[in-house]
């Protein structure tokens, strides 16, 4: 079994209340680490591969709890537009004209974007998810591939049973990166017997759902004057709370909403950058937070933000709470950090694996080097993290104890193959 040791860094382990070990050690033994540490007390590891990690952060791989990773095929393509146009004449209509290959290569190519920019599990939702799980799977990172279930298409109940099929399967395959999940879009594009069908069958296989809620006003309003109910009020009527959800934007919300949402622990994401461009509001962090709810961080799909950059959703995340409240106290850098790692672990069902640097967890993690000018000189690791660093400070990501990028090198993938690819399927796309 290999043996992977990150020497000589700043340890941030985000287990909650945990200090920085400086200098710190990391030992991952095959797949899992065996050692999280002070220098002093590190065992000795024979033939173990060894990075020198002075002047650099080692923390948990950064979590992206929200996207629809082939999206990176439609960056640019349709900007500075409300969103139910540019949903309806703009993104939809393209997607009809995918093809598994283009999913496949799209996905590859933020995935690329993601494990440079200490990415290491991602969850998503989109058309033809196997191919981005095969995706996931060559790029050697970590992902919860789910497809996007749509109550308005025609055969939208055989598309059910199809996903329900792909989560079965996955979990019987026992791949251990890969975390399926059902994803019904929203509530809004789904009745509640398709809802109800998707519940059944989290519970048959005993998988998360992950779903689109109230991230606009008119999704609200209208959900009102249909069902007399806020999108939250309907999913918790349906029992869906019963189950692990991860919830996505959680932007327009009641008192009421915020209260079910933290007393179910409803996993929450927080996408900054997509609700801000969309303009779609900015959903009440800090209120979710002191209610106690779960609250982790996602970039959405490329088309809305338009990149899969952890590290300018912490900025944003961090930030704007403090403008649009007017409290610079407000989510404080560690906190955001959080957002990006531990938090988003438990969003994703996955915090018994992942989100945190302890003994026994998966060895998922990133490296970042703090040595150049904007990152000097180092008063607060995770002011640092979250303030001033950028994802191209980055310089090792590994997943599952394996090295997956190092220095400006994807270890799995030819980048310059997944560009040329992803290019070739966008102009096909766009022709
Ligand atoms: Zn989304």
Known sequence: MATLRLENGHVL????????????????????????????????????????????????????AHTHVSMTLLRGFADDMPLQPWLEEKIWPTEMKLTGEDVYWGALLGICEMLRGGV?????????YRDAARAA???????????????????AEALVREARDFVAETLAQGHPRLHPMLAPHAPYTCPDALLEQVLHYSQELNCPLHIHVSETR???QESLEEFGKTPVERLEMLGLFDRRVCAVHCVHLTDRDIEVLAEKQVGIVHCPGSNLKLASGFAPISRLLRAGAVVGLGTDGCASNNNLDLFQEMLLAGIV?????????????????????????RVLALEDLIGTLRPGKRADLAVVDLSRPHLQPLHSLPSQLVYAARADDVKL??????????????????????????????????A
């Open 397 to 430: 990501t590994v997943v599952e104890g394996e090295i997956v990028y190092q220095e400006g090198k994807l270890t799995k993938l030819d980048e310059a193959e997944v560009i040329a690819k992803a290019t070739e399927c966008a102009r096909r796309l766009m």
């Open 13 to 64: 382990t985000m287990e909650p209340g945990a200090e920085v070990i400086s200098p710190g050690v990391v030992i991952a033994e095959g797949p899992l680490l065996s050692y999280v540490g002070p220098a002093g007390a590190a065992p000795d590891t024979p033939g173990a591969t060894v990075v020198d990690c002075t002047n650099c952060a080692v923390l948990p791989g950064l979590v992206n």
């Open 120 to 128: 290491t599990c991602f969850n998503d939702m989109y058309h033809f």
């Open 137 to 155: 799977v060559d790029g050697g990172i970590r992902a919860c591939p789910s497809g996007v279930l749509l109550g308005f298409l025609p055969n």
């Open 321 to 345: 709470d403090k403008a649009v409240l007017g409290d610079p106290t407000t989510v404080p850098a560690l906190q955001a950090l959080a957002m990006a790692t531990r938090e988003a672990a």
């Open 218 to 220: 008119t999704e609200v």
